[in-house]
């Protein structure tokens, strides 16, 4: 099985639809209409409404239990910095740099991206850390 | 409007069943089968299905924009550690302790923690900064 090493990026493109925004909304409980309603999005800073960001984070669990280290990972910590609003129907990429792989514990530091897909820009930045006893 | 303040914590009782975070692996595409097959956690330490940790911690985003400090929340950013593993249909209660709130900047720093409300064990620890124009 192929192991993640130290220095080792891997991307992946996603987006999230309106309707998506809203099932995370009744799932979580997070009603705040900044996310659902448009009208009254059009009146604040954003115009739009916003993904929740936890909606946003979800795609590095996402990849880090299914694809990058991928099965057998155990979440330890992340952080998350939401640096710009992110919007439905809108490419975004996520991009995982290894920052350390540690090949004794088992464990991974991993730069946690997400970029918007037209501009590069990066919209939120944070850190994981997995645990993964046959892929670390 | 009544403001936050330095000091001051909130609770929130909540649970989640497994239908719930049957729904999360949809949204999120995080099918990993440590959340969602019986069979399978059995064979690993954790024995039963455990939450994912997005799903978990979006009590936060559901408080802190919801209830405390409320309407007008934007989330700057957001720590979490995944200490303990947690299940399905197990009363767990949010606390939130606000750290620092800046009344000039309008924005607090909050201790974020997810406690088993039977043993009152830690299982998820970390730290929130939002802005609230109102409220902080």
Redesign the interface.
Known sequence: MEKITTGQTYEQAFQFSQE?VN??AL????????HLDAEYAAKTAFRRPII????A??????IL??DFPG?G?I????????LRPMYVDTAYIARLTVLEADATKRRARIKTEILEQESGRIMTE?EAEVLNKQRI
Do not use: C, R, W
């Open positions: 998506q099932a995370f799932l979580s409980g997070d009603h705040n209409p900044i929740h960001g936890f909606l984070g979800s795609v590095f669990s996402k239990g299914m099965e990972s979440y330890l910590n992340q952080t998350l910095s939401f944070g």
